[in-house]
């Protein structure tokens, strides 16, 4: 109460009445920023000083003003037990939680950021360029066929699945000691995917839709794996996963070359001619049905893209020179929209 007391001493001094004081002291420690929970990478140096960090915190729009902030680690006295280190924030905590966070630094983590849509030998490349490791420790870690057992999401894998964990990898932006080995960072993935494909959100995927049958877990995570390789634009998430839907029910080969290219190894070029005539269950202009498992470890647009797909008639799409994905009903309306677009049908 002392403390608060003192706050509006300060602020009404600053040519604000109490009852406005009060309001503006409220808001700033309270309100976050933003509603969305994106994540910011915020670093810390030795010896940098409170109002150093206040500066940062404003300019990557995590605290809306540094007067408050400036006064709240005075009257606390924070500043002294701010750690130096890297920290991982969101923009929708408020500033009272940011500086319980700042006061927990670890100098020896380090930030990897992996995208989506990559399969485990490419994410093994972007772990290894943020220097916690090799990526063939990596590999050697998202191998580890005992991590199977913890995690009841992936019971539907199939048994003997190779690589065990392809498709619940997820990938994010993670904060990881040096000293915990890469274990932990597959741990963190996995847990990390558990979190977002929730026990409600597996639930939503057993009961059929107007646009889709009862799927599995790993049934969604195969096409929104896809999806990944497929849609140039979040927009184009749901129509993609419908034509895949829609192609299953009536029993029409896929056609998906991504799924080729993950057992050729490479993500491009596009297949040649000869390559698409390859005997292997990823061939999915040969094969109908979805592939052995995933092809990439997907996002979370592209998981709720294929949980809440759109009803659509769609069983065609392409995308054209300039990026723009366009989607079709029939064969006749899809091989002109080709043509149209300087493209063999």
């Known amino acids: 109460m002392r403390k608060l007391v003192s706050a509006l001493v ?29 994540q910011v990478v915020f670093h810390i140096d030795q010896g940098e000083l409170a109002n150093q ?24 006295n924070a500043g002294p037990k701010f750690e130096a280190g890297t920290f991982l924030l969101n923009r929708n905590m408020s500033m009272v939680q940011i500086i319980n966070a700042l006061e927990h630094g670890r100098p020896d983590q380090i930030v990897v950021t992996i995208p989506e849509g990559f399969p485990l030998k490419f994410q093994a490349q972007y772990v290894e360029k943020s220097g916690i490791g090799t990526a063939a420790d990596y590999l050697t870690a998202a191998k580890d066929p005992s991590l199977a057992a913890l995690y009841d999401f992936l019971s539907s894998r199939p048994a003997g699945a190779d690589p065990p964990l392809e498709g619940y990898l997820f990938p994010d932006t993670y904060l990881v000691d040096k ?46 794996s896809m999806v990944e390789r497929e849609a140039n634009k979040d927009s184009d998430r749901g129509n993609v996963c419908s034509v895949y839907y829609n192609r299953l029910k009536i029993g029409m080969p896929l056609g998906v070359d991504g799924t080729l290219l993950y057992a050729l190894g490479r993500l491009t070029p596009e297949p040649t001619y000869a390559e698409l005539q390859t005997n292997t269950p990823y061939n999915t202009r040969k094969h109908a049905g979805l592939p052995p498992g995933p092809i990439s470890n997907p996002g979370k647009a592209a998981l709720l893209a294929c949980i809440n797909p759109p009803e659509t008639k769609y069983l065609y799409y392409f995308t054209d020179p300039q990026g723009t994905t366009h989607f079709e009903t029939n064969q006749t309306d899809f091989c002109r929209d080709l043509q149209s677009h300087g493209m063999n049908c």
């Open 10 to 38: 300060v602020i009404a001094l600053l040519g604000l009445g109490t009852s406005r004081a009060l309001d503006w002291w409220n808001f700033n420690l309270n309100t976050p920023v933003s509603q969305s929970s994106q």
């Open 53 to 76: 960090i206040s500066e940062d915190l404003y300019t990557q729009r995590l605290i809306r003003d540094r007067n408050a902030f400036d006064l709240y680690v005075r009257l606390t």
């Open 179 to 224: 000293s915990v080995g890469m274990k932990e960072l597959v741990k963190a993935q996995l847990n990390q995917f558990g979190n977002v494909f929730s026990p409600a959100l597996r639930q939503q995927a057993s009961q059929p839709t107007a646009a889709r049958s009862a799927e599995t877990v790993e049934a969604i995570v195969i096409l929104a």
